[in-house]
């Protein structure tokens, strides 16, 4: 889990993905894409260690697919359900300005 949060704090948003996954697809189109923001991404099939990274997500997240994972500000927000229920809602904006990684 340690490098988790290490590779988690190295940028504003950090996704953790499988590179054939469509909801991580998704989730990364909706940061770059709709809201601009540049998120670091790191796909765990394509990392030695990956599978051993994707367990320890798995297990903070304690249910549900171990991708997407994503990090605004070093802080665990969760999966696809999560960062698409604060998109709806009005907050992700809000916490990605925080976050520093939208500045309008």
Same mark, same amino acid.
């Given at each position: ?11 504003? #948003?950090? +996704?953790?993905? &499988?590179?054939? $996954? ?5 989730? @990364? !189109?909706?940061?770059?894409?709709? =809201? %601009?923001?540049? #998120?670091? +991404?790191?796909? &765990?099939?394509? $990392? ?5 990274? @994707? !367990?320890?997500?798995?297990?903070? =997240? %304690?249910?549900?697919?171990? +991708? ?24 992700? +904006? ?11």
């Amino acid at each position: 889990m340690d490098r988790v949060m290490n590779l988690a704090s190295e940028r504003a #948003v950090v +996704v953790f993905t &499988l590179s054939s $996954d469509c909801l991580c697809h998704t989730v @990364e !189109r909706l940061f770059s894409d709709q =809201l %601009g923001v540049n #998120v670091l +991404v790191h796909e &765990l099939d394509q $990392d030695p260690v990956g599978k051993e990274m @994707e !367990r320890a997500l798995l297990n903070v =997240l %304690g249910t549900g697919p171990s +991708v997407p994972v994503v990090f605004i500000g070093g802080k665990l927000i969760g999966g696809t359900n999560k960062v698409m229920s604060l998109h709806l809602g009005g907050e992700l +904006v809000p916490m990605l300005k925080n976050a520093g990684a939208l500045w309008l």
